[in-house]
Nanobody
């Protein structure tokens, strides 16, 4: 069993920055793959970024490359998302998620599929004003 709690969202002007955090509790050693997703009103849940247990080779959606940085600290059981150069289109509820079944040889293209993540947080709202 894994529990995830996000924090760090808020209202910020375009061009600003935010740092989102996700605290992991329970069977933390089962979080082989973790990711951030977001969902805007009226839209489907969208992949943002993902990272493996080792922290190596993070994977990003094209829309956030160069602006977002995903990281994890396994000693502190946290997953973070540093967001820079915010745009109005970044406005959404941001969710962290964990996949306990991902293996070492899972193609990175599969990291962005929300259906493979069985654990989800409640989300934190990010609103960017122009």
């Amino acid at each position: 069993q894994v529990q995830l709690v996000e924090s760090g969202g808020g209202l910020v002007q375009a061009g600003g920055s935010l740092r989102l955090s996700c605290v992991v509790s329970g069977r933390t050693f089962s979080t082989n793959l973790m990711g951030w997703f977001r969902q805007a009103p009226g839209k489907e849940r969208e992949f943002v970024a993902a990272i493996r247990w080792s922290g190596g080779n993070p994977y990003y959606a094209d829309s956030v490359k160069g602006r977002f940085t995903i990281s994890r600290d396994n000693a502190k059981n946290t997953l973070d998302l540093q967001i820079n150069s915010l745009k109005p289109e970044d406005t959404a509820v941001y969710y962290c998620a964990a996949d306990s079944h991902a293996s070492w040889d899972l193609p990175r293209a599969g990291w962005g599929l929300p259906g493979r993540y069985e654990y989800w947080g409640q989300g934190t709202q990010v609103t960017v004003s122009s």
